[in-house]
């Protein structure tokens, strides 16, 4: 099975100021994130919500944000790199 985390993993610059301004559409089955100190926005695959792994930044995100998320969206309370990790593990399942 070979590395495929750029075609599970659309990931578009995103920063505060911009908010949802950009209008970025998501494609069915798919979720959109913000994760890390520059809110990159990742979109991933819905099915990863199943996950323990994915459960778990779930549990922290709830835990930091509580359901009130700077964003507007599912903020993800991590670094750019260990969500790329983690989704990276994700994808070969």
Known sequence: MGFRITSIIKR??????????KGFKVPKGYLAVYVGDRMRRFV???????????????????????????????????????????TSRLSEL
């Open 12 to 21: 578009a610059s995103f920063s505060i100021t911009e908010g949802s301004t």
């Open 44 to 86: 991933i695959p819905v099915s990863y919500l199943n996950q323990p792994l994915f459960q778990e930044l779930l549990h922290q995100s709830e835990e930091k944000f509580g359901y009130d998320h700077p964003m507007g969206g599912l903020t993800i309370p991590c670094n750019e790199d260990e969500f790329l990790n983690l």
